[in-house]
C-alpha cells in the first residue's frame, strides 16, 4: 500500500508541475498579447484580439478526456508511438493544451487590473512598450498572477483525475481503483487526504506570498 501510494503521489506532483510550467511558458505571452491587443491596451489590434481569443476560446472548451484522445498523434510524435500510454510523461501533453488557454486568460486579467494611471506614468517618462509590459504591467500585477497560479495548479491537480482513463497513475485515479474496483475504501480515503493536503499547501503557500508581495496591503 505504502508503495503504491508514495509512487502515486510522486506520479501527480510531476504531471501538475510540469504541466503548470509548460502552460505557463505558452500561456504567459499569449495571456501579455491578449492584453495588450485589447481595446484598452498598449497596441489595440481589434483582428489580433479576436483571433488568438478565439483560438484560446476553443482550448478551453474541450474536456481534458477529449484531448487526449485528440492529442494522441502529437503524443506519438513525442513520445514514441505505443509506448506514451500507461506512462505518468502521457498526461503532459493533454494536462499543458488544458491549462495554458486558462492561463492565458488569467494572466490577461490580472494585468487589466493594474492601475492605468500607472501606465500612463511610464509612458510619459518615454518607457517603450515593452518596458511598460516588463517594468511596469508584469510587476504591478504579480500578487493576481501569483493568486492566478494557485488556481491554475489546483484546476490541472483535479485533469489529473483523468490520467486514469490511460492507465497514467497518480493519486485520483489511484484513489478511484481503491474504492471503485477493489473495494479498498481506507486506501481511497488515504489517497484522497493527499491530494486535500497538496491542494492546501499550493493554494496557502501562493496566498500568503501573494500577500507578501501585494503593496496595496502595505501601510
Do not use: H
Not at 12 to 33: D, E, H, N, Q, R
Amino acid at each position: 500500500m505504502a508503495e503504491i501510494l508514495f509512487s502515486s503521489l510522486g506520479e501527480t506532483l510531476l504531471m501538475t508541475l510540469i504541466s503548470t510550467f509548460l502552460a505557463y511558458v505558452i500561456g504567459l505571452p499569449i495571456g501579455i498579447l491578449l492584453n495588450i491587443t485589447s481595446k484598452k491596451g498598449l497596441i489595440p489590434n481589434r483582428p489580433v484580439n479576436l483571433i488568438v481569443g478565439g483560438i484560446v476560446n476553443i482550448l478551453r472548451s474541450i474536456p481534458c478526456l477529449l484531448l487526449i484522445v485528440i492529442l494522441i498523434p502529437l503524443s506519438n510524435l513525442v513520445l514514441g508511438k505505443g509506448n506514451w500510454s500507461g506512462n505518468w510523461s502521457s498526461m503532459i501533453i493533454p494536462l499543458t493544451f488544458a491549462a495554458f488557454g486558462f492561463v492565458s486568460r488569467v494572466v490577461e486579467q490580472s494585468l487589466a487590473e493594474v492601475d492605468s494611471g500607472v501606465v500612463e506614468a511610464a509612458r510619459s517618462l518615454g518607457a517603450t512598450n515593452r518596458q511598460i509590459v516588463f517594468k511596469v504591467l508584469l510587476p504591478e500585477a504579480r500578487s493576481s498572477l501569483i493568486t492566478g497560479l494557485a488556481v491554475t495548479t489546483v484546476s490541472i491537480i483535479g485533469y489529473t483525475a483523468f490520467a486514469g482513463n490511460i492507465a497514467a497513475g497518480g493519486l485520483i485515479a489511484q484513489s478511484f481503483n481503491f474504492g471503485y474496483y477493489n473495494d479498498d475504501s481506507t486506501s481511497m480515503w488515504i489517497c484522497l487526504l493527499f491530494v486535500i493536503l497538496i491542494v492546501q499547501v499550493i493554494q496557502e503557500g501562493c496566498l500568503l506570498i501573494a500577500k507578501k508581495i501585494d503593496k496595496r496591503r502595505k501601510i
